[in-house]
């Protein structure tokens, strides 16, 4: 039997050490990034040095070169001169007059040539000299030429060992390096502070809200506090609170829809043995030849259908799966008498105004275009009546439209209109009732059947003085051919 094939083997490569929290990587880059800016000052901070080391040498240097000027038969001693080469720290001094250079003072000769530099210039030493100086080999020599100032001459020239210089930088730079590590750590450390006190904190405060509400979205130490802040943060923490009560809702209307669709799953059974028994009595009744009996019937097996089809559609929406429409023309006057039998609108209570024509017509689904016009009737009639200290009474009027290739169905009412906290969640299911014992389920029921056919329901106009509702379909069916009846009120 042969070997099964081994997968690769995952080689772990090493990682770099890196400081995990945002505060840690936070301090330990502004550090950095201060000293880095430091450190980019050090070769004009140190060609600044030596310019002035080397300037001062050369005033030194030409102190030395009056000597001979002053004293007796313009000689000076062998020990003055020693004396005057060592106070200056140079080794040769030379002065050049009308273009004539004259040695005043030479010392011991080197096989090592001094390397040049000009100090004649305006613009000051090269940034990179000190560098020079720096890697510069075991003794090395330097020459300088500078403009003079105790004298009148083109310029002032000495020569001078280059260790005593590298020694002064060398020094010089140790002190300039612990000054940007002490300037670089204060600054770091206040940016940090600043930085954590402005970002770094309410960053934390949001990122513990995120996963205390992921953990558990009903704990109340979910919620992000709000500062009040303008800023990005300010409008992150509102978002987020925002997004958390979104999603509070949210499954919170989930789990009520699963509640709803096992409660329904285990009463469905039984209520449909009930109703079958109502359509056996009703099959009954029809075998009876009372006029008033057979003329009642047809509105009790209507309603027995209905009541059928709206247990399975509850059970069904409660499993969040809707019944794909079948469209077809449909005539709408009869389909708005049937809808507002259902709403229970009526002469003596809410009324209809309907300014259907008898040969408007719409393109959906029967049985769910009666689900979506019941259930507008139904909540605009529980609006007007339970608006308080009403002294009209109760219309709600109902009109057709076809702009284009749709159909748009507009049903008004004369309520108080709908409050600004049920705007907001209007079409949520469990969410967006404006009355304490609503369910707030006829609205999303209508608007998911009416995007089913790839319409819509919209609150189309809102006022203390009544609500507006559409009914956008798609298609527009030519009207059927029969005579107008106006205006008609149930």
Request: aromatic content about 6%.
């Amino acid at each position: 039997m042969a070997d099964a094939p081994q997968e690769p083997a995952i080689v772990q490569r090493p990682r770099f050490l890196w400081p995990g929290g945002l505060s840690a990587r936070l301090l330990t880059l502004t550090i950095l990034f201060v000293a880095f800016g430091g450190l980019l000052s050090l070769p004009p901070v140190l060609a600044a040095f030596e310019e002035q080391w080397l300037l001062d040498r050369v005033r030194a240097a030409e102190l030395a070169s009056l000597a001979p000027e002053v004293a007796p038969d313009r000689k000076v001693s062998e020990q003055l001169k020693t004396e005057l080469l060592r106070g200056a720290g140079v080794e040769i001094v030379a002065i050049s007059n009308d273009k004539i250079r004259s040695l005043v003072f030479s010392g011991p000769r080197s096989a090592v040539a001094p390397y040049l530099v000009d100090l004649r210039g305006n613009v000051g030493l090269d940034v990179l000299a000190p560098f020079r100086t720096l890697f510069s080999a075991p003794g090395s020599r330097i020459r300088v030429m500078a403009a003079p100032r105790f004298r009148k001459a083109d310029f002032v020239e000495f020569v001078a060992p280059a260790a005593e210089l590298k020694k002064a930088l060398i020094d010089y730079l140790w002190r300039v390096v612990l000054v940007i590590g002490f300037v670089s750590t204060i600054a770091g450390l206040l940016v940090y502070l600043t930085l954590n006190f402005f970002l770094v904190r309410p960053m934390q405060r949001i990122t513990y809200a995120m996963e205390r509400f992921r953990a558990d979205p009903d704990d109340p130490r979910a919620r992000v506090p709000l500062s009040g802040r303008r800023d990005e943060i300010g409008r992150a923490e509102t978002e987020l609170d925002r997004m958390q009560a979104d999603l509070r809702v949210a499954l919170n209307s989930r789990a009520r829809l699963a509640a709803l669709g096992e409660a329904v799953a285990k009463i469905n059974h039984d209520l449909k043995n009930m109703l079958t028994s109502a359509q056996i009595a009703s099959e009954r009744l029809a075998a009876l030849k009372d006029p008033k009996v057979t003329q009642a019937l047809p509105r009790l097996e209507r309603a027995l259908d209905r009541a059928v089809t709206l247990a399975s559609g509850v059970l069904a929406y409660g499993k969040t799966q809707e019944a794909a429409p079948e469209p077809r023309a449909v005539r709408l006057a009869p389909a708005i008498e049937a809808a507002a039998e259902e709403a229970r609108l009526s002469k003596d209570g809410v009324r209809l105004v309907s300014d259907i024509d008898p040969g408007d017509q719409v393109i959906a689904d029967p049985d769910q275009l009666h689900r979506i016009l019941a259930n507008l009737l139904r909540n605009a009639r529980e609006a007007i009546e339970h608006q308080e200290g009403r002294a009209r009474k109760g219309v709600v009027t109902l009109s057709v439209a076809y702009p284009g290739e749709v159909t748009v169905i507009r049903v008004a009412d004369n309520g108080p209109g709908l409050p600004e906290r049920a705007r907001e969640r209007l079409f949520l299911p469990f969410a967006g009732s404006g009355r304490p014992d609503g369910a707030g389920l006829g609205l999303a029921i209508a608007r998911e059947l009416a995007q089913g056919h790839g319409g819509d329901v919209t609150l189309a106009e809102n006022s203390p003085k009544g609500a507006v509702f559409e009914l956008r379909l798609p298609g527009a069916p030519t009207r059927v051919a029969t005579p107008r009846r106006g205006r008609s009120a149930s």
